[in-house]
Nanobody, 114 residues
Framework: QVQLVESGGGLVQPGGSLRLSCAAS????????MGWYRQAPGKEREPVAT???????MYADSVKGRFTVSRDIAKNTVYLQMDSLKPEDTAVYYC????????WGQGTQVTISS
């Protein structure tokens, strides 16, 4: 099993930045893919950015050039740096770990509003 604990959400103005953190309960090298998903009100959950164990990264088209996923192996933590935030980025952001099963964090609210 993998427990995931997210942090870093909040309210920021358009154009601002936030960094989300996701701490895993075991080595992220034992996890095939870690990633970030988001779900806006009335919409389905969608992938935002993923990073494989080997370091391959995928971004959704809507966040390319604005969001950056990274990891700290020693801390078993994955980050999502979000810059140039837009109102349409408003959503609950979830950390996901794909290993022997799919695991989800509790979610953290990100609100972009002036």
């Amino acid at each position: 099993q993998v427990q995931l604990v997210e942090s870093g959400g909040g309210l920021v103005q358009p154009g601002g930045s936030l960094r989300l953190s996701c701490a895993a309960s075991r080595s992220i090298f034992s996890i095939d893919v870690m990633g970030w998903y988001r779900q806006a009100p009335g919409k389905e959950r969608e992938p935002v950015a993923t990073m494989s164990r080997t370091g391959n990264i995928m971004y959704a088209d809507s966040v390319k050039g604005r969001f950056t996923v990274s990891r700290d192996i020693a801390k078993n933590t994955v980050y999502l740096q979000m810059d140039s935030l837009k109102p349409e980025d408003t959503a609950v952001y979830y950390c996901n770990a794909r290993a022997e099963s799919h695991y989800w964090g509790q979610g953290t609210q990100v609100t972009i509003s002036s």
